[in-house]
């Protein structure tokens, strides 16, 4: 009987092992985070734990080596950043962590020897783990479930690290034209301070006015400067996202894309961030997670510890003796009361915190789009109106300068209120694109706390 007892343990575990053991994949989990991230991208989304290889270096070259586009960028920031390998090495220790949780504990073998008065018994035993056994395909949707959330949550990062990058391109652009009219607003102030000083020597200009120019063009100075730091800064910014220990191998267009012709009007933003942003998905597996983590600490309040096996005794000039032997834990002092009520607060706790992730995906959809039309119509209306004004009123006062209606003095000011409202455009438009990333952040892709 003993022997049909240990054979059953044995099978029973056995097929435990073979169907129930949780595995640790051979990407580290990196393979369904990039599949969940390429979904919210709208391409393809490369992650991996290792430092890019040659095929990978080769592309991100060849992406440099032209005008970056926003694309390209997060496509080298997916490949290249170290900050994006750390966690995803992150995801790969948590998914041996998650794998060796859904493991059934190895069998424990026993082995006694007792010598006297010209006797030996010799006692052997091996025991398994049968609450294990018995709990294992319940602790292994556990895990999987808890490797689950931190797929979502390395997808969460890179989405987030694509969106950052995007920000950082459009900044950077915008910066880098910001510094090229800072340029031209100094040239211009520049030779309306020369023209001054030198109107100023011949007595057909007043001091006041002299003053006002060479104020105007030390300032033209100072805004250079910053906007010059500023573009060095964002571009520096950039790189660090794309991973790159230099900011002057990046090739940047000259100016920002143009508006889209139509703004989006997103229908049922809210009801898809629901059902796609990473932080409420995460949430969701949190809450069946700690959903199942409480009820099988309730099966397994009063009996946590439950081993069976196979007994071998011996001993000398009696014959072999075979049997089993069960040991369980006893709830005489511990009934289990305090673990359960910890797993019910520990569910209350997730869905309380899915809720809210639920409230904020709302609010952020809400607010995101909101700042994006409100970027839109900004934006349109310097294309639109603010700037073909201003040119309106130089060619005005161009042809009045022509028929000598208006002096140099004149001309250069409106030239440099005209570039001064083509930077403000520069500005609303990057302001546009910047919310546009946001809008998609909040839709799609928010990050997720590990």
């Not at 600490?297 to 072999?320: E, H, I």
């Amino acid at each position: 009987m003993a022997a049909n007892v240990i054979t059953r343990i044995a099978g029973a575990t056995a097929l435990a092992v073979l169907a129930g053991c949780v595995s640790v994949p051979a990407d580290g989990g990196a393979g369904k985070a990039a599949a969940y991230a390429a979904d919210r991208l709208g391409q393809p989304a490369p992650l991996a734990m290792a430092a890019p290889d040659n095929a990978a270096t080769t592309e991100i070259q060849s992406l440099l080596a032209q005008p970056l586009t926003p694309d390209g960028a997060v496509r080298i920031a997916l490949l290249n950043s170290p900050a994006l390998k750390a966690s995803l090495a992150e995801l790969g220790m948590t998914a041996a962590d998650v794998a060796q949780a859904g493991r059934l504990r190895n069998p424990g073998i026993g082995f006694g020897r007792v010598r006297g008065g010209g006797e030996t018994e010799i006692d052997r035993s091996v025991t398994f783990d049968i609450a294990g056994l018995l709990t294992l395909p319940a602790r292994t949707g556990i895990a999987g479930r808890q490797l689950e959330r931190a797929q979502l949550a390395a997808a969460g990062q890179a989405v987030q690290l694509a969106h950052d990058t995007r920000r950082a391109w459009y900044t950077a652009v915008a910066a880098a034209q910001s510094a090229a009219f800072a340029g031209q607003v100094r040239e211009a102030a520049e030779a309306g301070a020369l023209l001054a000083d030198r109107m100023r020597k011949s007595g057909n200009w007043s001091r006041l006015d002299q003053a006002r120019e060479r104020a105007f063009y030390d300032d033209a100075i100072t805004r250079q400067a910053r906007t010059s730091h500023e573009a060095l800064a964002a571009r520096e910014q950039l790189a660090r996202l794309l991973g790159l220990e230099r900011s002057d191998g990046i090739r940047l267009p000259e100016r920002l894309p143009d508006l889209p012709a139509t703004p989006v009007e997103p229908q049922q933003a809210e009801r898809e961030a629901l059902e796609r942003r990473l932080d409420v998905l995460a949430a969701r597996r949190e809450t069946e997670s700690a959903a199942a983590d409480r009820d099988l600490t309730r099966v397994t309040r009063f009996v946590n510890v439950f081993d069976a096996g196979y007994v071998n005794k011996s001993a000398t000039g009696m014959p072999r003796q075979n049997g089993y032997e069960v040991s369980l834990e006893l709830p005489l002092f511990d009934w289990g009361d305090a673990r359960v009520a910890r797993a019910e607060a520990q569910y209350l706790q997730a869905v309380h915190r899915a809720t809210d992730a639920a409230i904020r995906a709302r609010s952020d959809v809400r607010v995101a789009y909101s700042g994006y039309r409100t970027a839109h119509d900004i934006a349109l209306h310097y294309r639109d109106h603010v700037v073909p004004q201003r040119k309106k009123i130089s060619e005005e006062v161009l042809l009045r300068y022509n028929g000598m209606l208006a002096s140099v003095f004149e001309l250069l000011a409106d030239a440099r209120e005209q570039l001064n409202s083509v930077n403000e455009s520069i500005e609303a438009q990057r302001d546009f694109w910047i919310a546009d990333t946001q809008l998609q952040a909040a839709q799609h892709g928010a990050g997720v706390q590990p």
